[in-house]
């Protein structure tokens, strides 16, 4: 009978120890979203249109824009030949392909995403 008190005076003791602290952080966490998403917002700025040639597969989610020396370009992920492709914005051209390695010490056996940044 014994363990049977204590197995229950444990259990209250949980149940006692949960609070609305929780739902205080998850509020405040969406406090925060709200604060942050509100810093920015969608411009409809027209249509980019792209190429596609036999090495640029037709769909990717993995999608960034990179600029440098006032030119954007949008880096694009193609995952069937390991490649991230550099098209230019304004052109709509592809500019610059890089391969990525897969075998060997500098190799990436899994890209799941990237992103471009001026060092």
């Known amino acids: 009978m014994s363990n049977f008190k204590f197995i229950t005076f444990c259990f209250i003791i949980s149940l006692c120890s949960c609070n609305d602290d929780s739902r205080k952080q998850v ?14 917002s969608v ?15 037709n769909w990717s989610s993995k999608i960034d824009i990179y600029s440098n020396n006032n030119k954007e370009y949008l880096v694009y992920q193609n995952d069937f030949n390991e490649h ?20 060997g010490p500098n190799s990436v056996k899994c890209l799941s995403g990237f992103l471009c940044k001026i060092t």
């Open 84 to 103: 991230l492709q550099f098209y230019d914005i304004e052109t709509g051209e592809k500019t610059y392909s890089l391969k990525l390695s897969t075998t």
């Open 43 to 57: 411009i409809e700025n027209g249509v980019i249109s792209i190429p596609i040639d036999k090495e640029t597969a």
């Open 27 to 40: 509020e405040t966490t969406e406090s925060v979203i709200a604060s942050f998403s509100d810093q920015y």
